[in-house]
């Protein structure tokens, strides 16, 4: 069962590069989610979509864009990265309704130098 | 907006005993869901416990339980007979209820607690 999957695992990027990160999931989930975790500070929403074409933003989106073609997937990009964004990104899913728990890949450390 | 606060950046307990994470929250809403999620080392986050605000009845998952005082909103986790792989951070998480765009579940966390096992 590969649950939700995070590629890649590592990346190191120059300021004013772009990247994008891959979410995957394969329990059919309506929702997906893009966190970030900073220390001292939890886990974040940067965006998220509640079905496949949809978007929305969450807490902290500057910076960040996202796209939905297809159910499984949910795609983060940073178009010009940015110290600030040194951060471990995790994606999660779930399905819709009240109160069903999110699932979370693995995560993707990113530094930004 | 809601906050969700955990006042112990890290805590420690002998293996076989008995520890408690404390977590309070704000919010406005009368219906909602908290969580506990745990962090081990490879990063990943797993859910170990949630309770609907409504429900009086205090979540036990095995050895993990909650107390859960909603006038008081708090919501603290209790770990019973500690075991090193529970060695983890630990994040409270509040669930808001549904927003416009119907049903997303945008969890609020909070900053986390390291928790230690000692042998």
């Known amino acids: 069962n590969a649950g939700v999957t995070q590629t890649p695992k590592f990346r190191v990027l120059k300021t004013g590069q772009s990247m994008t990160l891959l979410c995957a999931q394969d329990m059919n989930h309506e929702y997906m989610y893009w966190y970030r975790q900073d220390p001292g500070m939890g886990l974040r929403l940067i965006h998220y979509?509640?079905?496949?074409?949809?978007?929305a933003k969450g807490e902290v989106p500057d910076g960040y864009n996202v796209s939905r073609l297809k159910k499984q997937n949910f795609l983060l990009g940073l178009e010009s990265a940015a110290p600030s964004q040194t951060s471990v990104y995790f994606c999660?899913?779930?399905?819709?309704?009240?109160?069903?728990?999110?699932?979370f890949g693995n995560g993707t450390r990113l530094t930004v130098t | 907006a809601q906050t969700v606060t955990q006042s112990q950046p890290e805590m420690s307990v002998q293996e076989a005993e008995t520890v408690t994470l404390s977590c309070t929250y704000d919010t406005s809403e009368s219906d909602y869901y908290l969580f506990w999620y745990k962090q081990p080392p490879s990063r990943q986050m797993i859910l170990v416990i949630r309770?609907?605000?409504?429900?009086?009845q205090n979540a036990t998952e095995n050895r993990f339980s909650v107390n859960f005082q909603k006038a008081a909103k708090s919501f603290s986790l209790k770990i019973s007979d500690s075991q090193l792989g529970d060695a983890a951070m630990y994040f409270c998480a509040y669930r808001s209820p549904m927003t416009l765009i119907q049903g997303a579940q945008k969890l609020v966390f909070g900053q986390g607690t390291r928790l230690t096992i000692n042998p």
């Open positions: 979509s509640v079905g496949e074409g949809t978007t």
């Open positions: 999660a899913s779930s399905y819709a309704g009240w109160g069903r728990p999110l699932h």
């Open positions: 309770q609907e605000a409504y429900k009086q």
